[in-house]
């Protein structure tokens, strides 16, 4: 496949595409970064949007200064923002946190308050963050995968069957950061909702790249919580976003307490504030926010959908060329219809993972994510790892773990980019064996700079 124009259109929107890094051999090339699922680089304009509005920060909630009101103000706002971008219904609060993890963690305690023994189902597809937060809160069962690595909804329905009524909660990721299949989320959504359940979406690998709608109350296809992380989308500073009814937060002890979630406390008794400010105790994350909007404004206004396409064609374009490389396992089928983003992994036969990933970035430097991605047991099945050989990981302080590679793209990366990933693996590929010898199973990291001090160019 040919493209015209192998460059892509946002790329100048993106800070740090020209950044140079040095190789192995001391030369100096321009970063390519395929490690977008694990975070993004900042958006220009978030950059802009700090460094402007910075003479203004202030503490949020916290003042009568005119700077402080403005802050808060502009805090407050930014719930609407995201409740905007996600569709959310009007009684659903916008809370703010760290990340996606925290998010979940919250959720999690907050829903665990319910005495009630009852049953969340997670799925065998989830980041840690979306299966280790519920399990020592709940009954918690794993809906199972198809033979390509799908989420099973027949699972799905048979496990809402057998817990006849006892399932509270669908834990359920948007996309998956191993595979990069997208869930069919809203059908998921009508079949948990009639059988008395409710929906949360870790949104966290599926809000960056397509649009994302949590419907409103009344359809059966709602969302009811959703989480996702600003870093992923772009907008570093740390801010990560929670959203479900209000109602699961009023009745509800916080997990963080203290400064700010509170109205009046004596030693005796304590005065809660409503959520949101109840779940956001201590000084909040404004410039988060501010970085978080941002990046919302300006990927709405390049359309999400123009993103998801063009991103669409980078991973096919990717997953077609890694088809042709002989000893390349691809962990995630294409059959043209299927639902993904812009991410997938691999193996190589005969170089270990972590060999293929440092081997990348010295000749080339290219950054790809290697290992189990924080989705261990998911990894672990589409690796069809025994019982007996996870156990044997688990209790060997072993450093030739298993695992994969992972390709994710983000909107600024191109098809010259990829030519040049493929070239290389094409290349690592026919020559494994000479690699596996030069790169021991150990591998030394070698990132000195050397004398060699370069200016990193942004925007
Ligand atoms: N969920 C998924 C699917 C992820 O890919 C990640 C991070 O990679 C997370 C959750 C956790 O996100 P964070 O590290 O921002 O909390």
Known sequence: MIYRNPGSCFRNLVAGTETKVPLANGKYVTAINFDNAATTPPLCSVLREIAQFAP??????????????????????????????????????????????????????????????????????????????WRDKFTV???????????????????????????KLVAVTGASNVTGYINPIHEIARLVHTYGARIFVDGAQWVPHTSV??????????????????????????TGVLIG???????????????????????????????????????????????????????SKLNLDDIHSYEQKLIDYAIGGLSTIPGITLYSIRDGTEERVSLVSFSLEGLHHSQVAEIL??????AVRNGLFCAHPYVEKLLRLSDEEIKYYQTHDDKSLPGLVRISFGLYNTIRE??????????????????AHKYGYVLEPNRSNGDKKEEYPYC
Not at 214 to 228: N, Q
């Open 213 to 238: 709608n949590m419907r409103p109350y009344d359809s059966a296809e709602h969302i009811d919580y959703l989480a996702f992380s600003g870093h992923k989308m772009y907008a570093p500073f740390g």
């Open 56 to 133: 203004m920060y202030a503490s949020v909630h916290r003042g009568k200064g005119y700077k402080s009101i403005v802050c808060s103000d502009l805090y407050e706002h930014g719930r609407e923002v995201v409740r905007e971008f996600v569709n959310a219904d009007k009684r659903d609060v916008v809370i703010f946190t760290k990340n996606t993890t925290e998010s979940i963690n919250m959720l999690a305690y907050a829903l665990a308050a319910d005495e009630k023994e009852q049953v969340v189902l997670s799925t065998d597809m989830e980041h840690l963050a979306n299966d280790m937060p």
């Open 418 to 435: 990829i030519d040049i990933f493929l070239e290389l693996l094409t290349h690592i590929a026919r020559h494994h064996q000479f690699y």
């Open 361 to 366: 970035s010295r000749k080339a430097g290219i």
């Open 141 to 167: 069962d794993y809906i199972a995968l198809t033979r390509s690595g799908r989420l099973s909804l027949k699972s799905l329905e048979s496990k809402l069957q057998a817990y006849e009524g006892k399932v």
């Open 245 to 299: 009814p209000k109602e699961t937060f009023a009745n509800t002890i916080p997990v963080y307490q203290g400064g700010g979630a509170v109205g009046l406390v004596s030693q005796q008794a304590i005065e809660w504030e409503a959520p949101p400010a109840k779940c956001e105790a201590g000084t909040p994350n404004m410039m988060g926010v501010l970085a978080l909007i941002t990046a919302i404004d300006t990927l």
